[in-house]
């Protein structure tokens, strides 16, 4: 077995091959932003996945490696598209790749990313590769969806938590389940097996979700990438602003909505106060304990999984790392 | 065998079918889009590739309506990106998609186009599905490609006449010979009849690209959807203009040069002045001998084809067709 260190390593050292490959491929003008995107890394999260689930069944993780890049490449691609979408001119503290190169270069880059990833599937030796490809589109229409959905909600005030949950459920949690399952698919495990690991991914990844809310207002400033508050200012509807709309009383609503509607507004102000509010309702508390219950969800199946308890090891490991509780 | 027109209107109620599954799909703004888009609709020239080359050998169309969507929906997705990325407005008299939605929707539902163009290939039974997706990637990441180096073109003045062929190829022409091979797969024909079905479509496809940069200049304007010398206002690099700056003297390389370094101008005058330099290098007549060139081309590869003549009478009507020769 290897650990999940061996792994990022394993990962790391592909990526870097395939950016070096893409900065000798013409056109540059397509080709380096797609190095650039990827090079943009971060823990490369979901090829681990691939590859953990994987080493459950198989140890050669070679020819899992297709699949793997294929994931991180389609990963990187939604991001790319997402930062034009959102405005957003950082990436990981790097101008994000529209924001260096221009729109219309990260429109195509992103484009090309997309089918690259489609390529990478194909190196793959796996017999089981149209059933591959078939959950691996299934899962990235589902993301497109996702982020439909996000932009959608951002201009609407009914959006309920169940609303919420099915909208991080595609948008985030699907591509960590499917990255498990690809892994299990291409290892050629049972078709039980598969989907429990599908649904133990899925549960870890709307309790990731959730943490990443709950990071956006109660981080800690100076181990945080980003500003404190993003969600708040952008209006996004989070788990705890929605949770907060349902439980607050007349008053604290009226709070909330009002900054929610304003047009101009110090940004500073909005999270102090808005935060006041989520303090006053618990909203951290019930964040943790909405955690916690996909957390111990994702454990209950995984504990379910007939394999060795040593062949889960890394997975655990995995799950902890994810909503950073054990570094 | 099937006629163009026949096969037009298989195609047409399999479009329509798909745009009503879209009208019920959500989230609505990803999916309506995606229908409006496909609802434009055109020749569908692609897909009536697609099931021409496949009942060159199989009679029952329905086996390859999925592979020809496949390549409708591709090509509407690079429509749909092109369009923003070009800030084209109008596409066939009708709003373009960025145009009606707004821009992140139009970037999403291509994304989302993309991904169901895969989506369609797998519904196809044929046993050589994983050649047929491997076909359709690498053909797509070259339509990029040749987007990629449409957008290089427009602010060089270092094109070459072989830099140019290249980019159509890759932008036009590398589609419509897939299509045709893509069909030829999913009727299981031989290696060397798709390839020369392939070599067939991509002469063909480059001939077609001249045209329309021949048409873009000299159509009949009450026939020509688009408003004459479009290329010409947007300095794009055509076979006219290239062929232009090639053999003429240096009096007339002046006049070109200083319209398309001029800033501001007057679009109609800088149409007629530089149709002007075309029309006295005798542009017109040189191009036609190109598109002659590879019309000639590709039916010469098509009469080698060992098969009975009749089961190649439609697709000579369709190179008579994509050229507009006879109707």
């Not at 708040?232 to 008053?251: G, M, W």
């Not at 504990?303 to 054990?326: G, N, Y």
Request: hydrophobic share 45%; with cysteine; charged share 25%.
């Amino acid at each position: 077995m290897y650990t999940f260190d061996d792994i990022q390593s394993v990962i790391t050292s592909e990526v870097e091959r395939e950016i070096k490959n893409l900065s000798e491929t013409e056109p540059g003008n397509l080709y380096q932003p797609i190095g650039y995107a990827l090079s943009m890394g971060g823990k490369r999260l979901r090829p681990a996945m691939v590859l953990l689930a994987y080493n459950m069944f198989r140890d050669n993780l070679t020819d899992a490696l297709p699949v793997a890049m294929a994931v991180e490449v389609f990963h990187n691609f939604t991001l790319l598209h997402d930062d034009i979408m959102d405005k957003a001119e950082m990436r990981r503290n790097n101008p994000s790749v529209y924001k260096k190169y221009n729109e219309n270069i990260a429109i195509l880059s992103g484009d090309a990313m997309s089918i690259m990833a489609y390529e990478y599937l194909l190196k793959s030796n796996s017999a089981r590769l149209p059933e591959i490809i078939r959950l691996f589109s299934q899962t990235a229409l589902e993301v497109c969806e996702g982020q439909q959905y996000d932009m959608d909600f951002e201009s609407s005030l009914e959006v309920s938590i169940a609303d919420y949950l099915n909208m991080i459920r595609l948008k985030t949690a699907v591509l960590l389940a499917a990255s498990l399952k690809l892994g299990a698919l291409a290892a050629d495990a049972s078709e039980k097996v598969a989907c429990q690991l599908y649904d133990f991914g899925l549960n870890l990844g709307i309790a990731f979700q959730l943490q990443d809310d709950l990071l956006d207002v109660f981080a800690d400033q100076s181990k945080f990438g980003k500003r404190i508050g993003g969600d708040i200012v952008a209006n996004k509807k989070t788990f705890l602003l929605l949770k907060a709309l349902e439980i607050s009383d007349i008053q604290s609503k009226a709070v909330i909505l009002n900054w929610v509607q304003k047009e101009e507004f110090n940004p500073e102000e909005k999270v102090r106060e808005i935060s006041g509010v989520y303090n006053q309702l618990n909203i951290k508390r019930i964040t943790e304990g909405q955690i916690d219950f996909y957390f111990q969800a994702a454990v209950d199946i995984l504990d379910e999984v007939e394999l060795p308890e040593e062949k889960k090891t890394e997975m655990k490991k995995l799950a902890r790392l994810i909503l950073s509780r054990d570094h």
